[in-house]
């Protein structure tokens, strides 16, 4: 398909996604934002937008906070293109290490690591077996659950889509949080992508009880070694119930694969405790890059 010339651009549509997975699978991304369901999904959230600059397709986007910024080009004259979006003034997140290392060198940059973006790495069959000492209380807590309820771990499919709808809503308003901003940016999110699940080819698990959905989780592959997590959500008032389905999640989908991405904190304390009790093996460090004039 053609790409508008830069400085064109146009929103992400769903008719994209055959040259954004081909994109993605050359370039073996490490940072979660680059997967297309990643990207659709949140295309509204960050307003991003395709474009190409030279000869390299590049999304545009902007934070929560309105501050725009362009990611790492997909492919082409990556030097170029980042020379063009530089000389404009516009900075790049989501560098990782190897592309800061292999493209932003020189004296006209600032460098700034963004640690609430960092992603976490886990190793796949640790998530999915919890083994030895240090994962003693996540086991701890699934047993807490599992002897109090009678429960099924089944694949995700639309016969669970009304469900894992209602949970989440259920989810929201046990929060007690008005739903605005980037709440209701990720609610909006999570909505399409459990009703768009199959035509985004992501894959998830549910927790039943009692026949009803008490927990899901939905992801897809964001590398030949590595699968994302993009959504977990649970009855927050059942113990035991956000390892349960984490666990099962590893357990169940993408063994070929021998990492799994559980995304970043975005520097809430809470999500940071529980990210680093699952010990991950790495953070995936991202980057902004930033212009000087």
């Not at 040259?19 to 959230?45: H, K, V, W, Y």
């Not at 986007?61 to 003034?89: E, H, I, M, W």
């Not at 929060?175 to 894959?203: F, K, Q």
């Amino acid at each position: 398909m053609e790409i508008p010339q830069y400085p064109a651009s146009r929103p992400l549509a769903i008719s994209d996604k055959p040259l954004l997975d081909r994109l993605c699978n050359e370039l073996q991304p490490r940072i979660s934002e680059l997967t297309f369901a990643g990207l659709f999904l949140f295309r509204t959230a960050h307003n991003y937008r395709l474009t190409s600059v030279g000869n390299s397709v590049v999304l545009l986007g902007r934070g929560y906070d309105g501050s725009a910024y362009f990611l790492p080009p997909l492919n082409g004259d990556v030097k170029g293109a980042l020379q063009l979006l530089f000389a404009a003034g516009v900075p790049l997140y989501g560098a990782d290490d190897s592309f800061v290392s292999r493209y932003c060198s020189g004296n006209s940059l600032r460098i700034t690591e963004l640690r609430d973006s960092s992603d976490y790495l886990y190793l796949r069959d640790e998530l999915a077996n919890l083994p030895g000492s240090r994962f003693h209380k996540k086991k701890n807590r699934i047993s807490y659950f599992t002897r109090r309820h009678e429960h099924i771990v089944a694949l995700y499919s639309s016969e669970y889509k009304d469900e894992c709808l209602a949970l989440l809503y259920r989810w929201v308003k046990s929060s007690g949080n008005p739903v605005s901003g980037s709440l209701r940016l990720e609610i909006d999110a999570t909505v399409e992508a459990l009703s768009s699940a199959v035509e985004l080819e992501l894959e998830g698990v549910v927790i039943l009880v009692n026949d009803v959905v008490a927990a899901f989780a939905l992801g897809e592959r964001l590398n030949r070694e590595t699968a994302v997590c993009h959504f977990e959500k649970g009855d927050p008032f059942s113990d035991g119930l956000y390892q349960l389905v984490n666990r099962e999640f590893a357990k169940l989908l993408f063994q070929e694969c021998q990492y799994l991405n559980r995304e970043q904190d975005l520097g809430e304390p809470g999500l940071r405790n529980a990210k680093l009790s699952y010990h991950p093996v790495e953070l995936v460090r991202k980057y902004l890059v930033t212009p000087l004039k």
